[in-house]
T-cell receptor, first 117, second 115 residues
Framework: AQKVTQAQTEISVVEKEDVTLDCVYE???????LFWYKQPPSGELVFLIR??????QNEISGRYSWNFQKSTSSFNFTITASQVVDSAVYFC??????????????FGQGTTLQVKP | DTEVTQTPKHLVMGMTNKKSLKCEQH?????MYWYKQKAKKPPELMFV???????INESVPSRFSPECPNSSLLNLHLHALQPEDSALYLC??????????????FGPGTRLTVL
């Protein structure tokens, strides 16, 4: 069965601290896709990254970095030097190629990040 | 243009009202989605349209009726809703379905309150 677990419900940090959001997934598919979305208080989900199961390269985009490890079924997200504007709910999501013709995303429960000034 | 727009932003309706939510995208995407999101929960998929045809209905009650008039527009018609239907309704689009690879782009949502 497919499942995404974000064990951290809420994280609070002070500005400029580094913070890592954990994501663990379960799937029987050999081809799958992982996503991170940010949902600020305004409500819109903002796409951050997509990672394919056959590409384990880590990625860095500015202050954001992602660590994909198939061996531990994890796709963790690190924000370096956090800022107040990073305060949001962050969702990790999974899409399986086998069910890809439905376009269905399996979301984790989300992690609420609060960055205090 | 990487934007999905939704109207209205807020909607308050009584249980006997009929209203519609509208979603629009001009990215040439051929897959469009409706999600319902309750507070402090992840989005729940309601409907998927692929090439203007309904491809998924996640056992949504018939008081929600989707419509896809063309490849850029997606509507959600609401009738005889219940207070528990109050939620944030999100529209999304992706290049297509058929693979799991296509990221979905979300609109800002309509915050619906049913009295």
């Amino acid at each position: 069965a497919q499942k995404v677990t974000q064990a951290q419900t809420e994280i609070s940090v002070v500005e400029k601290e580094d913070v890592t959001l954990d994501c663990v997934y379960e799937t029987r598919d050999t081809t799958y896709y992982l996503f991170w979305y940010k949902q600020p208080p305004s409500g819109e989900l903002v796409f951050l990254i997509r990672r394919n199961s056959f590409d384990e390269q880590n990625e860095i985009s500015g202050r954001y970095s992602w660590n994909f490890q198939k061996s531990t079924s994890s796709f963790n997200f690190t924000i370096t030097a956090s800022q107040v504007v990073d305060s949001a709910v962050y969702f990790c999501a999974l899409s399986e190629a086998a069910s890809g013709n439905t376009g269905k995303l399996i979301f984790g429960q989300g992690t609420t990040l609060q960055v205090k000034p | 243009d990487t934007e999905v727009t939704q109207t209205p932003k807020h909607l308050v309706m009584g249980m006997t009202n009929k209203k519609s939510l509208k979603c629009e995208q001009h990215m040439g995407h051929r897959a469009m989605y409706w999600y319902k999101q309750k507070a402090k929960k992840p989005p729940e998929l309601m409907f998927v349209y692929s090439y203007e045809k309904l491809s998924i209905n996640e056992s949504v009650p018939s008081r929600f009726s989707p419509e896809c008039p063309n490849s850029s527009l997606l509507n959600l018609h609401l009738h005889a809703l219940q207070p528990e239907d109050s939620a944030l309704y999100l529209c999304a689009s992706s290049l297509r379905t058929g693979t799991g690879a296509n990221e979905q782009f979300f609109g800002p949502g309509t915050r619906l309150t049913v009295l």
